[in-house]
């Protein structure tokens, strides 16, 4: 369970788990060894969501068990559990998974996008530019020209010549 009501972030193990520790307030990320979940409860804030995708990507790095550090991270929204993420839960209820989230009938009307996404970094949970593929100059980057950059990887979004430079 991620949740940072106390104002601090804290992930904490669930043993026995089961559907009923999905708090609607909170993120949780469930490790399936070939892929870690990130189910994000309908009342999650913004904070949360981030550290936890965050807490999930260093989870996985730093897992001592021998997985590879590309093991998927996927998220899940609440009300919208694929079967791949209901197997991991002994007797999962469909109707009370979707009776905890009122918003997912209205994101289905406006023709919601993808409800399960895959995430590799934090920068794809909070919709960075790629540094691989999106290269800026320095001055554009030093005046703060260019928004959506990962700030703790601002030098990556420089061409190999203009870094040189620098």
């Known amino acids: ?19 009923d520790d999905l708090i609607n307030e909170d993120v949780f990320i469930l490790d399936a060894f070939s892929e870690v979940w990130v189910w994000v409860g309908g009342e999650a804030n913004k904070k949360e969501k981030t550290d936890a995708f965050q807490a999930a990507i260093d989870y996985v ?36 998974a979707k009776a905890n989230n009122p918003y997912l009938d209205k994101l289905k009307d406006i023709g919601g ?7 590799t ?6 919709g960075y530019k790629d540094p691989e593929k999106d290269k800026f100059s320095y001055s554009d980057l030093k005046n703060k020209k260019v928004d959506k950059l990962d700030p703790k990887r601002r030098e990556c979004y420089l061409t190999d010549a203009e870094f040189e430079k620098v």
Do not use: M
């Open 121 to 126: 970094s934090a920068a794809d949970a909070l």
């Open 61 to 96: 790095k730093n897992a001592p068990d021998g997985r590879s550090n590309d093991t998927p991270i996927l998220q899940v929204n609440s009300g919208a559990e694929p079967p791949l993420f209901t197997t991991h839960f002994f007797g999962w209820d469909d109707t009370k």
């Open 113 to 119: 996008g993808n409800l399960v996404q895959k995430i």
């Open 1 to 19: 369970q991620c949740s940072n009501v106390t104002g601090d972030f804290v992930v904490e193990e669930i043993f026995n788990y089961n559907q």
